[in-house]
């Protein structure tokens, strides 16, 4: 039986071959690789917390974007001007009780933001649930909210110090005004 091919073409249809391979390998690492870079500059830090959790980029990756999907089907909205008001007085005036009750302050400033997540049509949730959730918009203030829960929950006989609290207070502002302004349609912060 006669074969239709000659050496010379195998070789060249073999090569050929090898060649579309490593242009198809190419162009799947280059896309991985793009699609890291764009998740570690729009998580951040979280993008790192992801990775040190589940313990490799692929398994971090896929539940960044399955924390982005969640978000999406949930109703976030911006608050009402004079819900933004409404929250920006009960700030200041848990601002205002923290020189002489700061450890109550801290816990009232997790509470307002609690209350402004949960206005935003974020879900009540455990707080690592709902950090997960608020990541997806805020990345960039997510070490903040995580440090400054952290305080607030504190048990009592490990006693945060006055540092640490006013610290909590600085973090729990700049995630409490983030969660003020609002935001145009589809918008993420980037993390920085």
């Known amino acids: 039986m006669n074969l239709p091919f000659t050496n010379a073409q195998l070789i060249i ?7 579309v391979v490593l242009i198809a390998v190419g162009a799947y ?10 998740l570690r500059t729009r998580f951040g830090t979280e993008y790192d917390r ?28 911006d608050l009402e001007a004079t819900e933004r008001e409404r929250y920006a007085a ?20 997790d509470d307002l933001v609690n209350s402004v ?13 709902r950090a997960n959730d608020v990541s997806v918009t805020y990345p960039r203030v997510m070490e903040n909210y995580r440090r400054a829960h952290g305080v607030a929950v504190r048990p009592g006989q490990i ?12 973090e729990y502002r700049a995630i409490f005004d983030e969660l003020l302004q609002a935001q145009k349609p589809g918008e993420h912060k980037v993390a920085a």
Request: hydrophobic share 40%.
């Open 13 to 19: 249809a073999a090569i050929a071959l090898v060649v």
């Open 29 to 38: 690492l280059e896309y991985r690789k793009s699609k890291t870079r764009a």
């Open 50 to 77: 992801a990775i040190a959790t589940h313990g490799s980029s692929r398994k971090a990756e896929n539940k960044l974007a399955d924390r982005e999907t969640r978000v999406e089907a949930l109703k976030i909205r």
């Open 90 to 109: 009960e700030w200041h005036a848990v601002q205002s009780r923290f020189v002489d009750h700061p450890k109550a302050a801290v816990t009232e400033a």
């Open 117 to 129: 997540l949960e206005a935003r049509g974020y879900p009540r949730a455990g707080f690592e649930q």
């Open 159 to 170: 006693e945060a110090t006055t540092e640490e609290l006013r610290t909590a207070m600085i």
